[in-house]
């Protein structure tokens, strides 16, 4: 049975209802699954109150509503007849009823929970409240995934307090509880942080400054309790307080950028061969090899336009482009001397042969750009200065310009979808000197 209300068809409807009810016996108004609802909660004397005007559909979904004194009843196909009201309600009315991210309630309100809490279960989420934290949205996810694994609003999390928020840094999203706080990020997973090792967290910069996400929960024992991040650990112990240790890159995954120059200022490296008349350290030379010959196999031969640069000729580089372009547009197209991945010996320019695209944008759209862009991590490789993230490297989008990091760190950041070594090791943003 439909539930319009066209006027004829609602006499239609009646009579045949009435017929009905005297065929079969069952009550004559109990006529739509709203009105079933809304006596099953006590009708007029329930938490609802009394009826405010009539049934009224063509709600998303085939949808169907009705207003009362102290609420709503939402009915469709797909969820059945369902109770709004309170702080709960106002809350999902806050948030655009049906048509916003929480959609129609699937569960009516269930109360009795810790601290005299309720909650109301939605198509993309749910809705808590508890006097202490009010009325709080959750939705479906890896935040909401991992309070439910410490026991919702009865573990140390307790009830939520705010909304998910998103935007952070890498696409990140989080969430505050009462007792602490869950980060969520691509590639790196939800983790809660609470106490103290939260608030040291929070004074360091959270997600934005060198410890970045945390990439563990905190784990407590004889010696205090430790959380892993993604540039240090931090661990409490009751007679100290919070200790931070942040990690140091090894040598071949040393970051080297506007504000991280080399040490000595010309360190030149010592172990350094010939790779197409360029000069590489031995374990990048020989990530090199095995990354020119698998490009080699598939087609795509390509050639060495860069390898290590010395502390004088990037000086001599670097002025010339002053000379030609300003300081200002030199600094984002060449390093100072001290300051280029170059004179690391473990950084790499490739060109195609024929220079197509050499040293430009467009060498991303040719077949050796293309096969270093897919590939360069497997042999150890990163495009150290991606697109759309000169705001952390300091440089231009470089798709020729590849960095030896170790084939373990290459490809841990491309499985995690980390761009930059700098948000790898949790270092900040280098945008300028
Ligand atoms: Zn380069």
Known sequence: ?????VPALSTVLTVLCLLAGLLVGTPVWAAS????????????????GAVIGGEKCGLAGGGCYQDY????????PATGARATWGAVGALWQQQGWEQG??????????????????????????????????????????IRNRWAAGGFESGPLGYPVAAEGCGLRAGGCYQAFQGGQVHWAPGIGAYATGGSIDYVWGTLGWENGRLGYPLTEEVCGAAGCTQNFQGGT????PST??????????????????????????????DMVNVGGHPLRYQAALGFWQFADAANASGVPMTVISGFRSYATQATLYNSYVAMYGQERADTISARPGFSEHQSGLAVDIGNPGGACGLQD????????????????????????????????????????????????????????IATLEQYYGYPPAPSY
Not at 33 to 48: E, H, R, S, V
């Open 362 to 417: 467009c060498f991303a759209q040719t077949a050796a750009g293309k096969f270093a862009a897919n590939r360069a991590h497997e042999f150890g490789f990163i495009i150290r200065y991606p697109a759309g993230i000169s705001y952390w490297t300091g440089y231009a989008y470089e798709p020729w310009h590849l960095r030896y990091v170790g084939k373990d760190i290459a490809m841990d950041m491309h499985r995690r979808g």
């Open 1 to 5: 049975m439909k539930y319009i209300r």
């Open 69 to 76: 004194q102290r609420g709503q009843i939402h009915w469709t």
């Open 241 to 270: 307080g919070v200790t931070v240790t942040y990690y140091q890159p090894g040598e071949y995954q040393r970051v080297i950028n506007k504000r991280n120059p080399l040490s000595p200022i010309d360190y030149a490296p010592s």
């Open 33 to 48: 699954p709203i009105q079933d609802k809304y006596q099953a909660l006590g009708g007029p004397a329930g938490n609802l």
């Open 234 to 237: 931090l661990t409490w112990h």
């Open 101 to 142: 991210r929480l959609g129609y309630a699937v569960t009516d309100e269930v109360c009795g929970l810790v601290g005299s809490g309720c909650y109301q279960s939605f198509q993309g989420g749910q809705i808590y409240w508890s006097p202490a934290s009010g009325a709080q949205q959750t939705l479906w996810g890896a």
